[in-house]
Each structure stands twice: as C-alpha cells, then as structure tokens.
C-alpha cells in the first residue's frame, strides 16, 4: 500500500536519522570547542611573540613552536569542518593527525610548565607569569581536546563497520515496528477512507 509504505519511510528517516544528526553536531562542536582555544593560545603567546618583533630582539624559540602549534590546530579545525572536505575519505579516518596534534600540544605543556608553574616571580622576561600560568592550562585542555577526537576517530575507524551494522539493524527494527503500527492503527481508517472515495467499489465487490 503506497500510503503505508510512505507513513514507514517517514518515520524510519526521522527515527535513525537523528543518530548521524547528533554525531555530527557532537563532531562540530568538539571542532569549535578546539578553535576557540587554539585562537587564545595564539593571542596569549602571540603577544610575547609581536614584543619581541617591535623591539628588535630574537623570536624565543618556545613561543614560535606555541604559535605554529596553534596555527596548525585552527587550520584543521576549519578543514574537518567542511563536509567531506577530502573527497570520499571521512575526517574521522585521519585521526593519526588528531593524534600528532595531541604530542605537539603535550610538549607545548611541558615547556611552559617547565618555565612558569613553579614561578613566584610577577613577570618573566617582560611576561605575566600569572597569565603564563593561564596558559599553561589552556595548553593542557587543548591537548585533551585533540587526544578525544583522535581516540574517537581510531574507533570510529576500526569499529565504524560493527556501529552501522548496529544502526542497520536498529533501522530494520524501526521500520518493522512502524509497519505494525500502522497496520494495527492505521488500516482500518484507511480502508474506510479508500471506500468513501470509490463508493462504487462496495458494490462491485
């Protein structure tokens, strides 16, 4: 019956649909959420950075490796947030990138803890160690960002075949559950609908 086999497509898209629809928008924040903090590790050291240029004096090898740390992570985030942006191969099979991203934000921590967590001092060599210290933690965040969206895409890659065949089945069960219902719901008024429309058919019959 046509109008029963619309009313299944229906509701089997609008109930498995939202699985892909909330993936997504969890993939497109967490890419957000890593934008926003690599664009303020790029004005925290950026400033120390741009100092350094105005006086004259030699760029500080830690916080040029911070800057082009940061510069990386919002290019990829711009880049994983293009639909398909690498033809057929999904971003979540990339995570090997996810993943270096991860040690380099690692190092960056441990070189700003090294210099600034123990500190007392209220500046070092013309910086605030108490934003310093700030940083330091963004550093961390960042690092745990990058380490959940590559553990993510690891399992997602290696695990994505065994997930769609669960969502596969779940859609199946759906579309099953549908059709019962509208057979149990829905028959008999549109049985009666069809005789209303084709009086004639009654008495053929």
Not at 67 to 88: D, E, M, R, W
Not at 113 to 135: H, N, P, Q, W
Request: hydrophobic content about 45%.
């Amino acid at each position: 019956m046509p109008l029963k086999s619309f009313i299944g497509k229906v509701g089997k898209g609008a109930a498995t649909k939202q699985v892909y629809i909330y993936e997504t928008w969890l993939r497109w924040i967490a890419r957000g959420i890593q934008f926003i903090l690599a664009i303020i590790v790029c004005g925290l050291y950026g400033h120390r950075v741009d100092e350094d240029r105005k006086a004259g004096n030699a760029q500080s090898a830690a916080w040029v490796y911070a800057l082009v740390v940061a510069g990386f992570s919002c290019i990829t985030c711009l880049l994983y947030s293009i639909p398909n942006p690498f033809s057929k191969m999904q971003s979540h099979r990339l995570f090997a990138w996810d993943l270096i991203l991860f040690v380099m934000w690692i190092a960056v921590f441990g070189i700003f803890a090294i210099i600034f967590l123990k500190r007392d001092d209220d500046e070092y060599e013309g910086t605030s160690v108490t934003l310093m210290k700030c940083a330091v933690w963004v550093d961390l965040v960042n690092a745990v960002f990058w380490l959940g969206t590559g553990g993510y895409g690891c399992f997602r890659t290696f695990v994505g075949r065994k997930v769609n065949n669960k969502i596969d089945h779940y859609q199946n069960k759906v579309e099953s559950g549908i059709n019962a219902k509208v057979d149990q719901y829905a028959g008999p008024a549109i049985n009666n609908f069809s005789m209303k429309l084709n009086p004639l058919h009654r008495e053929v019959v």
